[in-house]
């Protein structure tokens, strides 16, 4: 029985630093503070200009941040912060024809993210975190744009927490 109820309590206190998402929340950080990331895609040859890609893409990390930890959104004085600049969103073709016509072309977006753990600065990096979404060359970004966005939004914030929070 003993050995019951110290399973029990091993498992309750150590969920408060565990998730079953992955992430490994830093001991004693309880408020996660993501500033906007500013699009700054523009300044990159070859690269455009998105309105509004800079807010969406905000959203995307503090909500992907709240669906897979415990910690709670703060605009001021974060244990753990997140900040960065859009450097990347480009259209390339990627395939031709035999006509000498894109068949493919490829949204792509990189994000250089800058993280801060006020309680463990050993934790802090800087890094760029990119991906791409390719479609068919005859459509255009418009009626793809939505669909492309998840992509690019779901797997360069799952990089992202796994290089911050899961440490695998």
Same mark, same amino acid.
């Given at each position: 029985m003993r050995n019951v109820v110290f399973l029990m309590l091993l498992l309750c206190t150590s969920c408060k630093y565990y998730s079953f998402t992955g992430a490994s929340i %830093? $001991?004693? /950080? $309880?408020?996660v503070q993501v500033n906007f990331f500013v &699009?700054? /895609? +523009? &300044? $990159?040859?070859?690269? #455009?200009? $998105? %309105?509004? @890609?800079?807010r969406d893409f905000t959203n995307a990390i503090q909500e992907m941040l709240l669906n897979q930890t415990n910690l709670q959104l703060t605009s001021v004085n974060g244990h753990l912060i997140y900040e960065g600049e859009i450097v990347e969103y480009r259209i390339s073709p990627m395939t031709a024809t035999a006509n000498e016509t894109a068949a493919q072309n490829r @949204?792509?977006? /990189? #994000?250089n993210v800058r993280y801060f753990n006020t309680l463990n600065a050993d934790d802090d990096f800087e890094k760029r975190f990119s991906f791409f979404y390719d479609y068919e060359a005859l459509l255009q970004i418009q009626a793809v744009q939505a669909d492309a966005h998840e992509v690019l939004f779901e797997?360069?914030?799952?990089?992202?927490? &796994?290089?911050? @929070? +899961?440490?695998?």
């Open positions: %830093p $001991e004693g /950080a $309880e408020t &699009n700054d /895609a +523009a &300044n $990159e040859i070859g690269s #455009v200009f $998105e %309105p509004g @890609l800079d @949204l792509s977006m /990189a #994000v797997r360069i914030t799952q990089d992202i927490f &796994n290089e911050s @929070l +899961a440490k695998w």
